[in-house]
């Protein structure tokens, strides 16, 4: 890459006191930078300068601000709004202020880089140089957390991370087949592979908790409010609504197993469909909620279909027609 033409516009006052310095610096940096040869004194036109000396093909204009140059024709004077919009059309125009001076009405809108001690400018040198080149300090964008690049669609209603967290209580539930403890400290470090801090994850499960998604056994003393939660059949079916492909479709398998095959338990109708068994419980669950079936929990597990209600066999023959 070709080093970049730089021209540097000063009042010759500055030229000992700061700009050579400023130039060597400029050029040891690889930019080649024009001071004695552009020539600026008292009194030059600062237009004809730039625009019939070929300071035009500069891919930045420097412009030392200083007591001893704001009083300048040139800055004063010639350095109006119309010349720098020329400038900036066709190189980068950088005001550097070295003084406690006004900067010229003109430069108002141009962000300039102040240099407070002449003889120790490192950090601002280094701006000035991104400038030129056209770089930035501002840090590369990272990769989201990986629960947005994870959960795809979300419960209606919940945040995504209200949606994940749901999302690995049901599925911790039904892989460990107890939807009544599910623990919490497993679920925060379920949720960390995801970077969701732990905070975050305690704040979903208060919002699942209080929309009836969940229901946490709640412990008096100590640190965290509770350990252990059970899954609702609401939060169950909300879920699966969304995670469970063909949800509504195994629903009325389900009916089926029960009203065309005569199955009166949880059990039985899973060895048939062999799904997780804990998704079966859930299902029956449902069906009791909408009014379809009564369901009677018994010891070992059990769900008894103790009755059939016209509801589900209406569902069944539409689902059908």
Same mark, same amino acid.
């Given at each position: 890459?070709?080093?970049?033409?730089?021209?540097?516009?000063?009042?010759?006052?500055?030229?000992?006191?700061?700009?050579?310095?400023?130039?060597?610096?400029?050029? +040891?940096?690889?930019?080649?930078? @024009?001071?004695?040869?552009?020539?600026?004194?008292?009194?030059? $036109?600062?237009?004809?300068?730039?625009?019939?000396?070929?300071?035009?093909?500069?891919?930045?204009?420097?412009?030392?601000?200083?007591?001893?140059?704001?009083? !300048?024709?040139? /800055?004063?004077?010639?350095?109006?709004?119309?010349?720098?919009?020329?400038?900036?059309?066709?190189?980068? =125009?950088? %005001?550097?202020?070295? &003084? &406690?001076?006004?900067?010229?009405?003109?430069?108002?809108?141009?962000?300039?880089?102040?240099?407070? +001690?002449?003889?120790?400018?490192?950090?601002?040198? !280094?701006?000035?140089?991104?400038? *030129?080149?056209?770089?930035?300090?501002?840090?590369?964008?990272?990769?989201?957390?990986?629960?947005?690049?994870?959960?795809?669609?979300?419960?209606?209603?919940?945040?995504?991370?209200? $949606?994940?967290?749901? !999302?690995?209580? /049901?599925?911790?539930?039904?892989?460990?087949?107890?939807?009544?403890?599910?623990?919490?400290?497993? =679920?925060?470090?379920?949720?960390?592979?995801?970077?969701?801090?732990? &905070?975050?994850?305690?704040?979903?499960?208060?919002?699942?908790?209080?929309?009836?998604?969940?229901?946490?056994?709640?412990?008096?003393?100590?640190?965290?409010?509770?350990?252990?939660?059970?899954?609702?059949?609401?939060?169950?079916?909300?879920?699966?609504?969304?995670?469970? %492909?063909?949800?509504?479709?195994? *629903?009325?398998?389900?009916?089926?197993?029960?009203?065309?095959?005569?199955?009166?338990?949880?059990?039985?109708?899973?060895?048939?469909?062999?799904?997780?068994?804990?998704?079966?419980?859930?299902?029956?669950?449902?069906?009791?909620?909408?009014? @379809?079936?009564?369901?009677?929990?018994?010891?070992?597990? @059990?769900? *008894?279909?103790?009755?059939?209600?016209?509801?589900? !066999?209406?569902?069944?023959?539409? +689902?059908?027609?």
């Amino acid at each position: 890459m070709s080093s970049p033409k730089v021209f540097v516009s000063h009042a010759s006052e500055d030229k000992e006191r700061f700009v050579l310095d400023f130039a060597k610096k400029l050029r +040891d940096n690889g930019i080649d930078a @024009w001071v004695d040869r552009w020539g600026m004194v008292p009194g030059d $036109s600062l237009v004809d300068k730039i625009f019939e000396e070929g300071i035009k093909e500069a891919q930045a204009v420097i412009v030392v601000l200083s007591n001893n140059s704001v009083n !300048k024709p040139w /800055v004063r004077e010639e350095l109006n709004a119309a010349v720098v919009n020329r400038i900036n059309k066709g190189s980068k =125009l950088i %005001p550097v202020v070295i &003084d &406690d001076c006004p900067v010229p009405q003109a430069l108002q809108s141009t962000l300039w880089q102040k240099i407070n +001690d002449i003889n120790n400018y490192d950090e601002e040198l !280094k701006r000035i140089l991104m400038a *030129i080149f056209g770089y930035s300090d501002r840090p590369p964008i990272g990769e989201a957390p990986a629960y947005t690049r994870t959960v795809v669609d979300t419960v209606p209603g919940l945040t995504p991370v209200d $949606s994940l967290v749901l !999302k690995l209580s /049901v599925e911790m539930a039904i892989e460990e087949e107890q939807a009544q403890h599910v623990n919490v400290d497993k =679920l925060i470090e379920k949720a960390s592979s995801f970077d969701v801090p732990e &905070d975050e994850v305690i704040e979903a499960l208060e919002i699942l908790d209080q929309r009836g998604y969940h229901e946490q056994a709640r412990i008096i003393g100590g640190g965290r409010k509770y350990s252990y939660f059970k899954i609702t059949t609401y939060g169950f079916d909300e879920y699966a609504r969304v995670y469970i %492909p063909d949800y509504d479709s195994l *629903i009325m398998s389900v009916a089926s197993q029960i009203l065309n095959h005569g199955k009166d338990n949880n059990k039985e109708i899973n060895q048939v469909l062999n799904h997780p068994q804990l998704i079966i419980d859930f299902i029956l669950d449902v069906m009791h909620n909408r009014g @379809w079936i009564r369901v009677s929990k018994r010891v070992g597990g @059990w769900s *008894i279909i103790s009755e059939i209600y016209s509801e589900m !066999k209406r569902a069944l023959r539409e +689902d059908r027609s």
